[in-house]
């Protein structure tokens, strides 16, 4: 089973600058993934990016980048260069034993401009 | 690619009465999921298809649920009996494989 806390309910950020969105996770599995979701207004949850536990290095996505700390249990999103279009709900998610992703609460992303 | 379609957008029902929703996922994408979420909460997993075989069923679906995905295509989740609990957001995702999901804008459901 897993479980997927994010600990920041809101977070804001100035455009152009870099965010950091925290995520902390357990598992008792030994392969597992873990992905950052995005949901905007219009409710439909988008793929930010994705990370596989057995992978040492962290995955980037054009501004998107994760600091993933096994031992510690910690997947966190950074946001570079943000943007009024990062405006969103961003869900920290794990995977692992099954097809069920769990979800934590979410942080709520404003970009001021 | 016309992405996951799910109807209706908004559902308003009354306590008692039964509701259905249907999801049509992408039309090459094998796997299809069920979520519920609830206000102030991440998407919680209900159930996952593979073809037409419901594969896993997470024990917050209860009795009053079901789903079902005839053909392997479209898929419909009925909830009998509707209680003011249930009142959600419905989310469907389809995908090739589990490392990503294709969400629709979900069915927002509220029992009077």
């Known amino acids: 089973a897993q479980t997927v806390t994010q600990s920041q309910p809101e977070m804001s950020v100035q455009e152009a600058e870099t965010v950091t969105l925290s995520c902390t996770y357990d598992t008792s599995e030994s392969d597992y993934y873990l992905f950052w979701y995005k949901q905007p207004p219009s409710r439909q949850m988008i793929l930010v990016i994705r990370?596989?536990?057995?992978?040492?290095q962290n995955a980037t996505e054009n501004r998107f980048s994760v600091n993933f700390q096994k031992a510690a249990k910690s997947f966190s999103l950074k946001i570079s260069d943000s943007q009024l279009g990062d405006a969103a709900m961003y869900f920290c998610a794990a995977q692992g034993g099954s097809e069920k992703l769990v979800f934590g609460k979410g942080t709520k992303l404003t970009v001021n401009p | 690619d016309t992405g996951v379609s799910q109807d209706p957008r908004h559902k308003i029902t009354k306590r008692g009465q039964n509701v259905t929703f249907r999801c049509d996922p992408i039309?090459?994408?094998?796997?299809l999921y069920w979520y519920r979420q609830t206000l102030g909460q991440g998407p919680e997993f209900l159930t996952y298809?593979?073809?037409?075989?419901?594969?896993?069923k997470s024990r917050l679906l209860s009795d009053r649920f079901s789903a079902e995905r005839p053909k392997g295509s479209f898929s419909t989740l009925e909830i009998q009996r509707t209680e003011q609990g249930d009142s959600a957001m419905y989310l469907c995702?389809?995908?090739?494989?589990?490392?990503?999901?294709?969400f629709g804008s979900g069915t927002q459901l509220s029992v009077l």
């Open positions: 990370q596989e536990a057995y992978k040492q």
């Open positions: 039309s090459e994408h094998n796997r």
């Open positions: 298809f593979q073809n037409e075989a419901q594969l896993e």
């Open positions: 995702a389809s995908s090739l494989g589990f490392e990503k999901l294709f």
